[in-house]
């Protein structure tokens, strides 16, 4: 195999995911992480989940430092990356050093957006360990924490925050939780849970300021203002492009990669939150998603090693609401159009929404019902013809429909 030099610009799940599976796809190369924390790849998901809600390490870190030592991967951490230097084959480094390299994977990740003077002490931009670890320190019984954005890492926020003892209080121009990522019916869901846990939600209205102060920050809504001890900002993340734009790498809504991940340079490859990935199913599209950011990388690995491969598989992703577990599949490539059809009783937080096109199965969410979708993989992979009365009548076994013939719809 290639004694190549791959290194990854990043040191996150993707650095993580291509280290590993370059050793067990024969790459023998060696293989460098560069990041610009001063730690190590940890599971990002841990930050608004069991990092914040307990602390600890259990199960954060994705890659020791024995496995590195043995497996000859450098991590270069506390280091931040100029651009990539196609001409000499090396990463230049702020600091003048330069890192020879022959492939490169650009995993730089994104950054909370940011509202204009919405800073200071007691306002909060969940991104790294460091962030993380900051706000668990505010979360205490007799505290009042707002949370500004109502998707998947606010809903988490505010359930960690409620275990902790905190009074929780979420704003969101959406009049439901999470509906954009899931949909309406497991939106409600949701919104009801965060309810019956006694969250305290100011949804659909438009919020007309914010100020934060040294005594805490008032938000100021159409019914009125609410003045919180924190507050916690979640309104997404944009991709950190400087390096790529640097770099002279072709970007749009992140940095342009075809089907296997590679860049308008051939040697360069791009995967997670920072890559608009070309997807056979779903066109050019940037997700953020950890499930995708490793699939990604595996398929990176794979093409790097001498084995091309594409990362094309239905989205998949995960949230932990509470002791509730909520999944996503295929929701990316939805259309208005599409079918819903629910399974069991979504009210009840036991049942799955699927969503059928011309007889196919698309797309489903469902809340503690994982085995679900993991058939519903199964019936998209294949291109099995279902009907809507098989997929909501529970009397009907869904492994059955994997075995039957194409149905009639």
Not at 59 to 81: F, I, K, R
Not at 254 to 272: C, H, K, Y
Not at 302 to 315: E, K, L, N, Q
Not at 363 to 368: D, F, R
Request: proline share 4%; net charge negative.
């Amino acid at each position: 195999m290639s004694e190549q030099t791959l290194v990854v610009v990043g040191a996150g799940h993707v650095a993580a995911s291509a280290a590993r599976a370059l050793r067990r796809r024969g790459f023998a190369g060696p293989v460098v992480l560069i990041g610009d924390e001063p730690v190590g790849p940890y599971q990002r998901p841990h930050l608004s989940k069991e990092r914040l809600s307990a602390g600890g390490d259990d199960g954060l870190w994705l890659l020791t430092p024995a496995w590195c030592e043995a497996n000859d991967v450098t991590l270069c951490t506390n280091s931040t990356v100029e651009r990539i230097a196609a001409d000499t084959g090396s990463v230049l480094l702020a600091d003048g050093s330069s890192i020879p390299a022959d492939v490169v994977v650009l995993a730089t990740g994104g950054r909370p957006r940011r509202l204009p003077g919405v800073e200071g002490e007691r306002v909060h931009y969940i991104r790294t360990l460091a962030d993380s670890d900051r706000l668990r320190e505010r979360l205490s019984t007799g505290r009042r924490i707002g949370v500004l954005g109502g998707g998947f890492l606010g809903s988490e926020i505010a359930a960690a925050a409620l275990g902790r003892g905190a009074e929780v209080v979420v704003f969101d121009r959406d009049p439901v939780l999470l509906a954009r990522a899931m949909g309406a019916d497991i939106g409600a869901a949701l919104t009801g849970l965060h309810q019956r846990r006694g969250i305290d939600l100011r949804l659909g209205q438009a919020i007309s300021e914010i100020r934060p102060s040294a005594d805490g920050v008032t938000v100021v809504t159409e019914s009125g203002r609410e003045t919180v001890d924190d507050l916690v900002v979640c309104i997404g993340i944009q991709p950190n492009t400087e390096v790529a734009v640097s770099s002279g790498l072709v970007v749009g809504n992140g940095v342009e990669v075809d089907a296997q991940g590679r860049t308008s340079l051939p040697n360069v490859f791009a995967a997670g939150d920072v890559a608009a990935h070309d997807h056979p199913l779903y066109g050019r599209v940037r997700v953020e998603h950890v499930d995708v950011a490793q699939r990604q990388a595996a398929a990176i690995a794979a093409t790097v090693a001498g084995r091309p491969s594409t990362a094309g598989d239905a989205h998949w992703f995960w949230t932990d609401q509470y002791d509730v577990n909520v999944q996503g599949l295929g929701l990316t490539g939805l259309r208005p159009t599409d079918t819903v059809v629910t399974r069991g009783s979504l009210a009840d937080l036991d049942g799955t929404a699927f969503w059928l096109r011309d007889g196919l199965l698309v797309g489903g969410a469902s809340i503690e019902r994982g085995e679900d979708l993991s058939v519903a993989r199964e019936l998209m992979d294949l291109e099995i013809h279902v009907s809507a009365e098989q997929l909501a009548d529970e009397s009907v076994e869904l492994e059955d429909l994997l075995e039957q013939e194409e149905v009639t719809v």
